[in-house]
């Protein structure tokens, strides 16, 4: 199981710092991802880090701002947000997926359709 934490209400411009942590498992194997859903939209995908920390994706809208990082010791994963913005307003959920692939990008990897486990997310909401 995963849970998320460190969500929360800030000014444009600040930072916050999400943790996603398991519970009952050891993530070390798993490829992980941030993925966020604003009201009535779709759930797009943030984040994306390597079982090695050698390898990320971000998207467009936040690449820059964000940095995903891993400590595989604390079976935590993280995500730095930098430069808030009002659009960055939604719920963000880390997700895993077991690594069992032998030749894939980030890019492909990264896809809410290719994660086996969920959070149940952590509100982020940036006042302008």
């Known amino acids: 199981q995963l849970v998320e934490s460190g969500g929360g209400l800030v000014q444009t411009g600040g930072s916050l710092r999400l943790s996603c942590g398991a519970t009952d498992t050891a993530i070390d194997s798993y490829i992980i991802g941030w993925f966020r859903q604003a009201p009535g939209k779709e759930r797009e995908r943030v984040s994306c880090i ?40 939604a719920r963000y959920y880390c997700a895993a997926v077991r690594n069992t692939y032998v030749i894939a990008t980030m890019d492909f990897i990264c896809d809410r359709h290719n994660m086996d486990v969920w959070g149940k997310g952590t509100l982020v909401t940036v006042s302008s």
């Open 50 to 89: 390597s079982t090695n920390d050698a390898t990320t994706y971000y998207s467009g809208s936040v690449k820059g701002r964000f940095t995903i990082s891993r400590d595989n010791a604390k079976n935590t994963v993280y995500l730095q947000m930098n430069g808030l913005k009002p659009d960055d307003t």
